[in-house]
């Protein structure tokens, strides 16, 4: 099993782009999150999915969109980079609820100028 | 609703114990521990469930009351591999998100 992946590791946008962070996991799991880490904030939810065709909105959804049309993929927009949304990303799947761990992927480092 | 965590920082010698807490003003349906080193991805470490339940680590272990919507992390006899930054994540009994707290920043030094 590869877990969860994440393409790419590193991006460099200028603002005003958009782009497509992809996130696949190969173990079945139900649950899907996006989060961002910014340094001394921990790491705050943007979008999470409950399932396939299943979407909702975490605690900084603003700039960004998610869809999940499979299990296995659950890929974040961004719609028109701007500085503020230099951060890395986490990507995360569990089998199910809250009762479950998560698994992270190895994140994007992606930089707005 | 993000979880609050104590201390920010801690710097431990080999051998020596120590207690992270997370603190949430949320009634809470589930605890969840991380430890993430530098550069790399959260892993996961501890579940506490409502009612008592608990998942995870042999050598790490955690309290959860409920009551007082507390989580505690004890790291004993702590071992260099133990340095990295500790999250607590948090579910409320109203919904499906999830919050992290800031983290806690733990060194071990020999």
């Known amino acids: 099993n590869a877990g969860v992946t994440q393409t790419p590791k590193f991006q460099v946008l200028k603002t005003g782009q958009s782009m497509t962070l992809q996130c696949a996991q190969d173990m079945n799991h139900e649950y899907m999150s996006w989060y961002r880490q910014d340094p001394g904030m921990g790491l705050r939810l943007i979008h999470y999915s409950v399932g396939a065709g299943i979407t909702d909105q975490g605690e900084v959804p603003n700039g960004y969109n998610v869809s999940r049309s499979t299990t296995e993929d659950f890929p974040l927009r961004l719609l028109s980079a701007a500085p503020s949304q230099t951060s890395v990303y986490f990507c995360a799947s569990q089998r199910g609820s809250s009762s479950y761990e998560q698994y992270f992927g190895p994140g994007t480092r992606l930089t707005v100028t | ?110």
């Open chain 2, 1 to 110: 609703q993000q979880p609050v965590q104590s201390p920010q920082a801690v710097i431990l010698r080999e051998g020596e114990d120590a207690v992270i807490n997370c603190s949430s003003s949320k009634a809470l349906y589930s605890v969840h521990w991380y430890r993430q080193k530098h550069g790399e991805a959260p892993v996961f470490l501890m579940i506490l469930l409502k009612g008592g339940e608990q998942k995870g680590h042999e050598k790490i272990s955690a309290s959860f009351n409920e009551k007082k919507q507390q989580s505690s992390l004890y790291l004993t006899a702590s071992q260099l591999s133990y340095s990295g930054t500790y999250f607590c994540g948090t579910e409320t009994n109203t919904g499906n998100q999830f919050y992290f707290g800031t983290g806690t920043s733990l060194t071990v030094i020999p």
